[in-house]
C-alpha cells in the first residue's frame, strides 16, 4: 500500500510533495495509516484533532492517544475539546452536521495561523460509496452521485482510491495500534446502517461491486463534466450582469432549451437556490413573484428572472438635503451647487430654478400614486405608467431614486426632469444638480 500511495500521489496530487500538510486524526484506524504512510514517505505532516466530547471517558482517551501517537512520530499535534451538543441546540443542527462544522472552521482557523498547505483527511473508497447511498436515498442531483471529491480547494483525500479492507490489511499487517468509537457499531446513525447492514448485501450479490461501482462514478463524472462545460457555454449567453451582483435571465431563450427546468437548476445552483419547484413555478408565474436563497433573491418581472445579491437592496429610508448642503455621499453620490448659467448638460446633471424649492429636498424611493409633469411635456404622468413606458424592471424600480421638494418630484435622478422647476428666463438663481 505504501508503494501505490507513493505513485498515487506523484500522478494525481503531486503538490502535496513538498507541501506542509495538517492531518485530521481522529485516531481511528484510517487517519492513524494515513499519517503512518505518510510519516514512512518523510512528508512534513503535523496533526490536529477534535475532542467531541459526545463519549465521556472514551473522547478523552482518544486526544490522549493522539498526543502520544504525535510524540513518537515527532510531529506537531493541536487538540481542541468542543462543546458539540450545546452547539447542536443552540444552531439547531444534528450531532454530525454540528462536529463536521466546528471541526472544518477550526482546521482552517489551524491552517491561516500556523501556515499548512493543505488539511488531509483518511476518507476511503468505502466511505465514497457510502455517501453515494445516502445521497441517493435522500433524493440527489448528479453532484451527489459523484461522490467524495479528492481535492476541495485546500483539502486533499489521498486514501480515496483504497478500499477499507487495503487499508484494514495494512494496519495488521503492521500491526499498528488505532482507537475503536464504539458508536461507529451502531445503527442508529444512517451511514453505519448502511455500511453494516446494505454494503454487506451488495456485496453478496455481485463480488466486484466495488469496481463496478468506481466505474459508474468514473462515468457520472465524465457526464458531470460534460455538464459543467455546456452550462459554463449557456452563462456566457443565458446570464446576464445587469448590475454589480444582479443578473438576469431571458425566459424565452431559456424555454428553447430541450429541459428548461434542469437548465436553470443548473445555472442557480452556485447561487445557494434550492427550493426548485418554487423556482420552476416562476417561469409561468406573475410578475413580482420572488424566491429566496441565504444570500440571493430570484425575481419573475415580466420576459426575464433577475437574480439580485440580498444586501444589494439599498435602504429605502429616504435622505433629507438641507440648503447649506452641497454633497450627499448616501445611498447616491449628489453633488448641489449655485451656478451663473447653464453650461455642460447631459442626463446625469439638471439645472433647476431655485425659487421654486422648499428646502430640506428629499431623496427617496418612488411610492403608489407618484406622479410627476415630464419636461418638455404637457400635463402629469403617473410615475408607474413611466416606468412602464420605459420598460423598467422590478430592481430597477426599486433601485430609482427621486429628489423631491415637498411632496413633489423634482428629477426622476439620472433620467427625466419635472417641467415645474425648469429654468426660465425669469430665473434668478440657478441649482446645478450633478450625478456622480
Excluded at 471541526?103 to 501556515?115: M, S
Excluded at 453505519?192 to 450479490?205: A, G, Q, S, T
Excluded at 463534466?225 to 449567453?237: F, G, K, M, P, S
Excluded at 430597477?396 to 421638494?405: I, R
Aim: hydrophobic share 35%; aromatic share 10%.
Amino acid at each position: 500500500m505504501l508503494e501505490n500511495l507513493e505513485k498515487h500521489i506523484t500522478t494525481h496530487l503531486p503538490f502535496l510533495k513538498d507541501a506542509k500538510v495538517l492531518i485530521a486524526m481522529s485516531g481511528g484506524l484510517d487517519s492513524v495509516v494515513l499519517s503512518t504512510l505518510l510519516y514512512k514517505l518523510n512528508y512534513s505532516i503535523a496533526f490536529a484533532h477534535c475532542n467531541f466530547q459526545l463519549r465521556n471517558d472514551e473522547s478523552d482517551a482518544d486526544e490522549a492517544f493522539v498526543t502520544q501517537l504525535a510524540a513518537e512520530m515527532k510531529v506537531n499535534v493541536y487538540t481542541k475539546k468542543f462543546e458539540t451538543a450545546t452547539f447542536a441546540n443552540e444552531q439547531k443542527l444534528s450531532i454530525q452536521m454540528a462536529a463536521r462544522k466546528l471541526r472544518y472552521e477550526w482546521f482552517q482557523e489551524l491552517t491561516e495561523t500556523f501556515e499548512y498547505d493543505y488539511i488531509l483527511t483518511a476518507h476511503h473508497k468505502d466511505d465514497a460509496l457510502e455517501t453515494f447511498l445516502i445521497n441517493l436515498s435522500r433524493g440527489t442531483g448528479m453532484e451527489g452521485l459523484t461522490g467524495i471529491p479528492e481535492r476541495n480547494e485546500n483539502i486533499v483525500r489521498p486514501l480515496l482510491p483504497f478500499t477499507r479492507n487495503d487499508i484494514c490489511a495494512y494496519a495488521e499487517q503492521y500491526k499498528l495500534q488505532w482507537r475503536e468509537d464504539s458508536s461507529n457499531a451502531s445503527t442508529k446513525y444512517l451511514r453505519n446502517k448502511i455500511r453494516h447492514e446494505i454494503v454487506p448485501l451488495l456485496h453478496e450479490l455481485h463480488p466486484t461491486f466495488m469496481d463496478n461501482f468506481e466505474s459508474t462514478q468514473q462515468h457520472l463524472q465524465g457526464s458531470k463534466d460534460i455538464v459543467h462545460d455546456r452550462i459554463q457555454q449557456l452563462r456566457e449567453t443565458l446570464l446576464e450582469k445587469v448590475a454589480n451582483d444582479t443578473y438576469q435571465i431571458e425566459i424565452a431563450a431559456l424555454q428553447k432549451l430541450s429541459n428548461p427546468k434542469a437548465y436553470l437548476y443548473e445555472l442557480l445552483k452556485a447561487f445557494g437556490f434550492s427550493a426548485w419547484n418554487d423556482i420552476s413555478d416562476l417561469l409561468s408565474a406573475q410578475s413580482g413573484k420572488q424566491v429566496f436563497s441565504v444570500n440571493y433573491r430570484l425575481v419573475k418581472d415580466r420576459d426575464y428572472l433577475f437574480i439580485q445579491k440580498q444586501n444589494q437592496q439599498e435602504t429605502s429610508e429616504p435622505i433629507f438635503i438641507h440648503d447649506s448642503e452641497s454633497t450627499i455621499k448616501s445611498p447616491i453620490q449628489l453633488h448641489i451647487e449655485e451656478v451663473a448659467s447653464i453650461t455642460n448638460t447631459g442626463k446625469n446633471i439638471l439645472y433647476v430654478d431655485k425659487k421654486m424649492l422648499k428646502f430640506p429636498l428629499i431623496v427617496r424611493k418612488w411610492q403608489n400614486g407618484d406622479y410627476f409633469y415630464p419636461f418638455g411635456m404637457q400635463g402629469k404622468k403617473k410615475l408607474s405608467k413611466y416606468f412602464k413606458d420605459e420598460k423598467y424592471s422590478l430592481i430597477d424600480k426599486e433601485n430609482q431614486w427621486l429628489l423631491c421638494s415637498e411632496e413633489n418630484i423634482v428629477w426622476i435622478i439620472g433620467k427625466r426632469s419635472d417641467n415645474r422647476y425648469k429654468v426660465t428666463q425669469p430665473t434668478n438663481t440657478i441649482i446645478k444638480l450633478t450625478l456622480q
